[in-house]
């Protein structure tokens, strides 16, 4: 195999689980995190555990928990 061919296996959907793990995050942590930027009502709640979570939903995840730790960082120094 010539090695400037790099191939790289995506998911199409990850669990709940399967997306805490790729952010580095425990299930509650992600979940905090969906409550505090995503969700917009309980019900919305209801849904995380049976939820899917698409690589795009992922990115999103990782910019808002980025933002999230810079934010209480940045309290904490106050």
Request: a negative charge.
């Amino acid at each position: 195999m010539n090695q400037a061919t790099l191939v790289t296996r995506t998911k199409s959907q990850y669990s709940e689980l399967e997306a805490a793990q790729e952010l580095g995050v425990s299930v509650e942590q992600l979940r905090i995190l969906i409550r505090s930027h995503i969700a917009q009502s309980d019900e919305d709640l209801n849904h995380v555990s049976t939820a899917s979570f698409h690589p795009s939903d992922l990115l999103v995840l990782k910019i808002l928990s980025g933002l999230s730790a810079r934010s209480t960082a940045q309290g904490s120094a106050e």
